[in-house]
């Protein structure tokens, strides 16, 4: 429970400094069912499965060196959980904005999973070798700050990427344009 509230508070975070600092709406125009649904996410997918997911590297992926077991997990964590969170995180927010996640994939999911390799296989070697099991999600979380504003950004089309908008999103809906 305390991984999953952490993370909902850290991902609406992520939207909020996304919104304000990199694309300057203000407060008055601050997209709050955004930032709901960044937070939503955060607390009830990506919190829980992050918390399960290292229990689950922890106990299953040990090898007979502990460099080689910090390899295997971030090699485990970057080509098995990082492309399946990437797709279901935009399709899901495409899905709860009313735009096709088909498209918000096409668009989105190689930028985004190329920033993912610049970023986090060295946090995660960092994390696996030198974090307790039981602060690793937390860590997750607090480097995930910046990275949230940028999947927040990268999801309303910030980067030139703009994701499919729909009808709802032209009249004034959820989302601000880019």
């Known amino acids: 429970m305390t991984q999953s509230i952490t993370t909902a508070v850290l991902f609406a975070t992520g939207d909020v400094l996304a919104q304000q600092a990199v694309e300057k709406v203000g407060l008055e125009k601050h ?34 060196s502990k460099n080689g077991t910090i390899a295997a997990r971030v090699a485990c964590d970057q080509f098995v959980f990082a492309p399946i969170n990437m797709g279901v995180f935009l399709s899901s927010m495409a899905y709860f904005e009313g735009s096709s996640p088909k498209e918000r994939l096409k668009k989105a999911y190689v930028p985004g999973m190329t920033n993912n390799f610049l970023l986090w296989p060295w946090v995660q070697a960092v994390n696996f070798r030198f974090v307790p099991l039981e602060h ?43």
């Open 136 to 178: 690793r999600v937390l860590v997750v979380n607090f480097v995930a700050l910046g990275w949230n504003c940028y999947l927040s950004f990268l999801n309303s089309g910030g980067g030139g990427n703009a994701p499919a908008s729909s009808s709802k999103e032209k009249d004034g809906g959820e989302l601000p344009p880019s």
């Open 31 to 64: 997209n709050l069912a955004r930032t709901g649904r960044m937070a939503a996410y955060g607390g009830v997918v990506f919190g829980p499965a992050a918390t399960k997911w290292y229990n689950f590297l922890a106990s299953r992926v040990n090898l007979s």
